[in-house]
């Protein structure tokens, strides 16, 4: 049955605040150039939820967005935030009433830092009521990333040898469980502060300082790897590439390398997809790919199905204890400049979520 226009909760109170408080990127700004406003809140338009925001992630993207080097962010000012997890507190037209009340995750690419959020009802997926808001959301952006580059594009199996560079940070650590869940043997490059926590998880940790890093990885792997996940992008691409097993599959998902170098935030972005491009078509078997988690997004309904099983499926690994959150630290929305600064330093592991 659907409802008309709903205004309650489930648990009968006010459904939606008068007011939403949302972090605002006025520019390219330092993290304490980002603006804390409030502004009239708006009720749901039809086929659209609000949620209460309940945790929201500080990811790399957000990083790059602040910089104007995200390869299609939206024009200053607006709101990022990649994604969330939250409760839905009020619902439009056409929307079920009985998704009120409810915790839905959700990927939003920006408008996820703020205490209310609407987001059209096909995009929610159900949070299990069992799992912490905070670590479910440590596993939205990641999560479907991690899965989906795992298993769409590197398909790897058990018994497989993968390298998972920066295996310390929120997609990393990601996939270094997932991949040991698959039965693959995993090796993760991190600083060596980071190297407990990475062993912790499963991998053979490298320090990717180490003059010796390329002789190392060598020793780990002599036939080469299955896969390699690279986040890092730039120069570094090529011995990733070189790395791999004679059928081996490279992922790339990002240009860290160049996070802070002024200029263009598409060339290196091309440079890239044009590496890998070549490689693609080189007379051998190996295979290379850019990972970009809104691809295909033009098939809605396709989209939205891959998406949504993807992520359901990382959420019952996490909620029967498989999978470890790695929550680096709980920062109030307030702090959003503290946050950033914190997700960005280098000396995290796992994710900054902004709370409330």
Same mark, same amino acid.
């Given at each position: 049955?659907y +409802?008309s /226009?709903?205004?309650v909760?489930a #648990?009968g109170s =006010?459904?939606?605040?008068?007011?939403?408080t949302?972090?605002v990127l006025?520019g390219?700004?330092?993290?304490?150039g980002?603006?804390?406003?409030?502004?009239p809140a708006? =009720?749901?338009?039809?086929?659209?939820v609000?949620l209460a925001?309940?945790?929201? @992630?500080?990811?790399? #993207?957000?990083?790059q967005?602040?910089r104007g080097?995200?390869?299609? %962010?939206?024009?200053?000012?607006?709101?990022?935030?990649?994604?969330?997890?939250?409760?839905a507190?009020? #619902?439009?037209? !056409?929307?079920?009433?009985?998704?009120? @009340?409810?915790r839905f995750a959700?990927?939003?690419k920006?408008g996820?830092?703020?205490?209310?959020v609407?987001?059209?009802?096909?995009?929610?997926?159900?949070?299990p009521e069992?799992?912490d808001?905070a670590?479910?959301e440590?596993?939205v952006?990641? !999560?479907i990333?991690?899965y %989906?580059?795992?298993?769409?594009?590197?398909?790897?199996?058990a018994?497989?040898t993968?390298?998972?560079?920066?295996?310390?940070?929120?997609?990393?650590?990601?996939l270094?469980?997932?991949?040991?869940?698959? !039965?693959? *043997?995993?090796?993760?490059?991190?600083?060596s502060? /980071?190297h407990d926590?990475?062993?912790?998880?499963?991998?053979?940790?490298? +320090?990717y300082? +180490?003059?010796?890093?390329?002789?190392?990885?060598?020793?780990?792997a =002599? &036939?080469g790897?299955?896969?390699?996940f690279?986040?890092?992008? !730039?120069e570094?691409?090529?011995?990733?590439y070189?790395l791999?097993?004679? &059928?081996?599959?490279?992922?790339?998902?990002?240009t860290a390398?160049?996070?802070?170098v002024?200029g263009s935030? *598409?060339?290196?972005v091309?440079k890239?997809?044009?590496r890998?491009?070549w490689?693609?078509?080189? =007379?051998n078997? &190996?295979s290379?790919?850019?990972?970009?988690i809104?691809? @295909?997004?033009?098939?809605?309904d396709t989209f939205? #199905?891959k998406?949504?099983?993807d992520?359901?499926?990382?959420?019952a690994?996490?909620?029967d204890?498989?999978?470890?959150p790695?929550?680096?630290?709980?920062?109030?929305?307030a702090?959003?400049a503290?946050a950033v600064?914190?997700?960005?330093?280098g000396t995290v592991?796992? *994710?900054?979520?902004?709370v409330?």
């Amino acid at each position: 049955m659907y +409802d008309s /226009h709903v205004r309650v909760s489930a #648990a009968g109170s =006010p459904a939606a605040s008068s007011t939403v408080t949302e972090a605002v990127l006025p520019g390219i700004v330092e993290p304490d150039g980002i603006q804390v406003r409030t502004r009239p809140a708006r =009720p749901a338009g039809p086929g659209q939820v609000v949620l209460a925001m309940e945790a929201a @992630g500080v990811s790399f #993207a957000e990083q790059q967005m602040r910089r104007g080097k995200y390869y299609d %962010q939206p024009p200053f000012p607006f709101v990022p935030g990649y994604d969330l997890v939250g409760r839905a507190v009020d #619902a439009g037209e !056409g929307v079920p009433g009985r998704v009120l @009340g409810r915790r839905f995750a959700v990927l939003t690419k920006t408008g996820a830092w703020a205490s209310h959020v609407s987001v059209d009802v096909g995009d929610l997926t159900e949070v299990p009521e069992p799992v912490d808001s905070a670590d479910a959301e440590t596993f939205v952006v990641n !999560g479907i990333t991690a899965y %989906q580059m795992l298993h769409r594009l590197a398909e790897v199996r058990a018994g497989d040898t993968v390298l998972v560079l920066g295996a310390n940070g929120g997609v990393g650590s990601t996939l270094v469980q997932l991949a040991r869940i698959a !039965g693959a *043997k995993v090796v993760g490059t991190a600083s060596s502060k /980071h190297h407990d926590a990475v062993r912790t998880l499963g991998a053979t940790p490298l +320090d990717y300082r +180490d003059p010796g890093l390329h002789e190392q990885l060598r020793a780990l792997a =002599p &036939k080469g790897y299955d896969a390699v996940f690279d986040h890092v992008g !730039g120069e570094g691409i090529v011995t990733s590439y070189r790395l791999l097993a004679p &059928k081996g599959t490279l992922v790339s998902y990002g240009t860290a390398s160049t996070r802070d170098v002024q200029g263009s935030s *598409k060339a290196p972005v091309l440079k890239l997809f044009a590496r890998l491009m070549w490689w693609n078509a080189a =007379p051998n078997c &190996k295979s290379a790919h850019f990972y970009n988690i809104w691809a @295909g997004r033009r098939r809605l309904d396709t989209f939205r #199905a891959k998406l949504h099983a993807d992520l359901t499926q990382v959420f019952a690994l996490l909620a029967d204890g498989s999978l470890t959150p790695q929550v680096a630290a709980r920062i109030p929305l307030a702090d959003v400049a503290k946050a950033v600064e914190m997700a960005e330093s280098g000396t995290v592991v796992g *994710k900054v979520v902004l709370v409330p």
